[in-house]
């Protein structure tokens, strides 16, 4: 069992920075792939990024030169930096945790959420 709490969303100028932080607890962490998703109002859950266990990630196309996923195993923790933020990234943005195997890009496959941070990014 996975416990997952998201923290560091909020209001953002189009441009600006912010950096969320994912606490999991639970044991053996580092056996995990973690993933970011985020749903924006009327839309579906889409995939941001992935990270192993080993420390291998894997981001979306459209945010791959401006967010990046990282995890420390040691800390529990798994952050989401976010930079050149547009306003299409206003969203709530999830934490997730998965076994290994199959696609680490569906939301499907992951087994653990956390409630979700709200992440405004103002034009």
Same mark, same amino acid.
């Given at each position: 069992?996975?416990?997952?709490?998201?923290? /560091?969303?909020?209001?953002?100028?189009?441009?600006?920075?912010?950096?969320?932080?994912?606490?999991?607890?639970?044991?053996?962490?580092?056996?995990?792939?973690? !993933?970011?998703?985020?749903?924006?109002?009327?839309?579906?859950?889409?995939? +941001?990024?992935?990270?192993?266990? /080993? #420390?291998?990630? !894997?981001? +979306?196309?459209? +945010?791959?030169?401006?967010?990046?996923?990282?995890?420390?195993?040691?800390?529990?923790?798994?952050?989401?930096?976010?930079?050149?933020?547009?306003?299409? !990234?206003?969203?709530?943005?999830?934490?997730?945790?998965?076994?290994? #195997? #199959?696609?680490?890009?569906?939301?499907? !496959?992951?087994?653990?959420?956390?409630? #979700?941070?709200?992440?405004?990014?103002?034009?």
């Amino acid at each position: 069992q996975v416990q997952l709490v998201e923290s /560091g969303g909020g209001l953002v100028q189009a441009g600006g920075s912010l950096r969320l932080s994912c606490t999991a607890s639970g044991r053996s962490f580092s056996t995990y792939v973690m !993933g970011w998703f985020r749903q924006a109002p009327g839309k579906e859950r889409e995939f +941001v990024a992935y990270i192993t266990g /080993g #420390g291998n990630p !894997g981001h +979306v196309e459209s +945010v791959k030169d401006r967010f990046t996923i990282s995890r420390d195993n040691a800390r529990n923790m798994v952050y989401l930096q976010m930079n050149s933020l547009k306003p299409e !990234g206003t969203a709530v943005y999830y934490c997730a945790a998965r076994r290994y #195997g #199959g696609s680490y890009v569906s939301a499907l !496959g992951y087994n653990y959420w956390g409630q #979700g941070t709200q992440v405004t990014v103002s034009s």
